[in-house]
Each structure stands twice: as C-alpha cells, then as structure tokens.
C-alpha cells in the first residue's frame, strides 16, 4: 500500500522553466492538498481540491496551477519559475474533514 | 496573519523528562485539532487528534490538552526518548471544507 506519492523526488529548475509535479494517492480519499514548507514559514497551503475536478487557492497559491483530473491524482503545475519557489513541496491526502491527512515524503525544488 | 501559532521555534528536553509543546489558534471557528511530527527529507506523520468536545485526549505517551476558552492547546510527551526529536506541527481545522491550516513548527530535542 504506498499511500501517497510524489514524483519527482528533487529537481532543480532554472529560472521561466517549466514543471509538474505529480501527487497520486491510493487511499480513494476525495481530498488533496499541495502545500510548500520553508524554513521558519512551516506548512502553508498552494492549492487544495475537494473533489474530482475541483479545485481552490489556498494561502499562496500565485504562481502555481493545480488540476484534479482524476481522483486518485493532483497536479502542481508551475508556468515559470522563480527563484522564490525553491522550497519543499508536499502533498496530502484525506478522506473528510476532521480525518487525519496523509503527506507523501516531499519534492525538494530548486529554482537558480 | 497566522491563524495557527507555535511560539517556541525550538524545545530541549532530557530522555526521560516531559515535553511540553504549545499551540495557539485565533480562529474561534476551529474544532479539529491535530499535532504532526516530521523527520528531515520526511514528509509530516499523524500523531494525535483532538475534538473540541473534548479537553484531554491519550495515545499512549502521547496527551493533547485543549483549552478553548483561552484557544489553546498543548502536546505532552512522557517520558520523552531520543526518538522523539522532531519537528512538530499543530494543525486546525473546522467543519465544512475548511483545509488544514498549520503552525510553523517546533523542533524537538531530547537529549540522552
């Protein structure tokens, strides 16, 4: 049972490149958050989906796109890179409100 | 402004000693609370959850306290173990699709 899965791992990205990032959960869970952790700022939320096919901004959700296009897979999407988006990525999972989440182990992005 | 507030960026404690990490929330519509701890290049790990119906909740040495008159909440570690170094994450949330909202974190460090 993996749980939840980020692809990639680490990447480094030059500055107005382009990427995806790939969040797949096995858990049939209706819930997905991205979130980007940086040091002292803790955990705050991009962009969250409460469904298939939905999707919502979070706490700083600029520069970034998200689609839901299937349950079990959310992606976060960056058009053009900055510096300012070098951070750690994780995504999470839940099954309802009030139900713990599960984060997948991270993507560590770089933006030079 | 933070919804969700840890004070203390960092935590010292002996093996075998109490930990004793605090979370503040401003947010009167919270009712879910949850702690997360996270190791380095880990994504973060459920540890205990507590309704706002109740004012104690145990998980073996593991209790959250909450205090909603003062929007206020306490994770006790008993005996701490070398183990437990950590970051550790208060989350809240409310009914409806209210996402997770975090604290920035405490790090942990029990001593031998």
């Known amino acids: 049972n993996a749980g939840v899965t980020q692809t990639p791992k680490f990447r480094v990205l030059k500055t107005g490149q382009s990427m995806t990032l790939l969040c797949a959960q096995d858990?049939?869970?209706?819930?997905m958050y991205w979130y980007r952790q940086d040091p002292g700022m803790g955990l705050r939320l991009i962009h969250y989906?409460?469904?298939?096919?939905?999707?919502a901004k979070g706490e700083v959700p600029d520069g970034y796109n998200v689609s839901r296009l299937k349950k079990q897979n959310f992606l976060l999407g960056l058009e053009s890179a900055a510096p300012s988006q070098t951070s750690v990525y994780f995504c999470?999972?839940?099954?309802?409100?009030?139900?713990?989440?599960?984060f997948g182990q991270g993507t560590r992005l770089t933006v030079v | 402004d933070q919804q969700v507030k840890q004070n203390s960026p960092s935590l010292s404690v002996q093996e075998g000693r109490i930990s004793i990490l605090n979370c503040d929330y401003t947010?009167?519509?919270?009712?879910?609370f949850l702690w997360y701890k996270k190791y380095p290049a880990e994504g973060p790990t459920f540890l205990i959850s507590?309704?706002?119906?109740?004012d104690k909740n145990e998980d073996g040495r593991f209790t959250v306290f909450l205090n909603k008159s003062a929007k206020h909440l306490s994770l006790h570690i008993v005996p701490s173990q070398p183990g437990d170094s950590a970051v550790y994450f208060c989350?809240?949330?409310?009914?409806?699709?209210?996402?997770?909202?975090f604290g920035k974190g405490t790090r942990l460090s029990v001593i031998a």
């Open positions: 999470a999972s839940i099954r309802g409100f009030r139900t713990e989440a599960f």
């Open positions: 858990m049939n869970h209706e819930y």
């Open positions: 989906s409460v469904g298939e096919g939905t999707t």
């Open positions: 947010n009167s519509m919270f009712d879910y």
């Open positions: 507590i309704s706002s119906i109740k």
């Open positions: 989350a809240a949330t409310s009914s409806g699709n209210t996402p997770l909202v």
